[in-house]
């Protein structure tokens, strides 16, 4: 199985995160909304898998290229 990292496109706010640890996603599912200048944006599943990681919780920053989820492929 691949493991793949779940990266930011831009800086801002985890907003709402939509998915939990072991859930099971579908390319293109939305797995977390950030905000940024206020300004929603989803952060979508690049491929089907099985989240294994969160790296961030509601609330947090991020900044581009932060990897805020690993699923396993």
Known sequence: MAQIDVKTEITGNVWKLLVKENDTVSE??????????????????????IIKGLNVKEADTVTENSVVAIIEA
């Open 28 to 49: 293109g599912d939305t797995l977390m909304i950030l905000e940024s200048m206020k300004m929603e944006i989803p952060v979508l599943s690049p491929e089907d898998g």
